[in-house]
């Protein structure tokens, strides 16, 4: 297994292994902030993501190696552009009810581009 393989498992278990978080829906959110502990958990998933394997984060957009997107398979990138739209979320007195998210390459290639809703059921991004 090469160390970018390892790495990109390791994205999919730091996101699955960082605990549960409350289900709410989009209607919810957009005229209330997000709960503060599923920010809590989503900022921690993504901290220990951009340790491991480099990804780089804010605002809804992040920089991350291409090999290890590309291995990390469409579930895990669902969740990992879910996690980024939550993060970019959080703080906002009146967050959004869908949040662009941005992600690139180390050569600043666009990976992704979308939008998606910021409420969600958050309990399968953070392992709930």
Do not use: H
Not at 2 to 31: Q, R
Not at 71 to 94: H, K, P, R, Y
């Amino acid at each position: 297994m090469t160390k970018t393989s390892v790495l990109a498992l390791a994205a999919v278990g730091l996101l699955a292994a960082c605990g549960e978080t409350p289900t709410f829906n989009t209607a919810e959110t957009a005229a209330a902030p997000l709960p503060e502990q599923a920010c809590a958990d989503v900022r921690k998933a993504l901290g220990e993501l951009s340790t491991r394997v480099g990804i780089v984060y804010e605002n809804g957009e992040a920089t991350i190696e291409n090999t290890v997107w590309m291995q990390l398979g469409g579930a895990a990138q669902d969740q990992i552009v879910q996690a980024l739209a939550v993060e970019a979320a959080c703080g906002q007195d009146s967050p959004p009810r869908e949040q662009r998210v941005l992600v690139r390459d180390e050569t600043g290639r666009t990976i992704t581009d979308r939008t998606v809703p910021v409420a969600a059921d958050l309990s399968d991004l953070v392992g709930g």
